[in-house]
């Protein structure tokens, strides 16, 4: 059984925070502020049916940092390279919001499963990095060793701060807006329903 992402995402909010002495804001999920779609194609669904609250969700995790937004990709068993492919349309302004900063992805699945997703994820990310502000690394989450985890979040925090440098979060005076607008929808999923 894979790591669950309430607890992975709990737990690398904390050793992030403590890495970098201070306290971020963070946002993901299926939150109205945090997933975009691509215009739907009929021709692809059955009867031509497009069911409302189809899109993608930008980051289990993420949080404004000074100069780049940080996302972070969960998955409990293998790579799924849809959650990195989906960033390329959202980086090239092809979705209904775009990014407004680079963006730094830290995707981690448990590597004990197959090397020719991890493969194909790697082939992908060498063709949308350089073209587009954006950079990615895939980690593993080692499933329930803790200490192998632990020494991969500070593998991942060593990248991200040789990646943008000084890591820090974004101004609070900066925040009110993102988080005055955050606020408005944070209870919110894509189907308009409030959430825990």
């Known amino acids: 059984m894979g790591l669950p992402q309430a607890a992975f995402i709990k737990e690398f909010k904390a050793a992030f925070e403590t890495r970098f002495a201070a306290s971020f804001i963070w946002s993901g999920g299926q939150r109205q502020s ?93 063709r949308m990095v350089g073209k587009t502000p954006f950079i990615a690394r895939q980690f593993d989450h080692w499933g329930s060793d803790a200490a192998a985890r632990s020494r991969e979040f500070e593998s991942c925090f060593g990248w991200i701060e040789g990646v943008i440098g000084s890591v820090a979060p974004l101004h609070a005076s900066a925040m009110r807006g993102v988080a005055n607008a955050v606020d408005a929808a944070a209870d919110m999923d894509v189907k308009g329903e409030r959430t825990e």
């Open 34 to 126: 945090n997933v975009a779609a691509l215009a739907p194609h009929p021709k692809v669904r059955r009867d031509g049916c497009v069911k409302l609250g189809e899109c993608f969700e930008l980051g289990d995790l993420r949080s404004e940092l000074t100069s780049h937004t940080l996302v972070v990709e969960f998955e409990s068993g293998a790579i799924a390279v849809h959650n990195l492919v989906k960033y390329w349309p959202y980086i090239l302004g092809e979705l209904e919001k775009a990014p407004t900063r680079p963006i730094v992805l830290a995707h981690f699945s448990n590597w004990n499963s197959y090397g020719s997703h991890r493969n194909l994820w790697e082939w992908v990310q060498t």
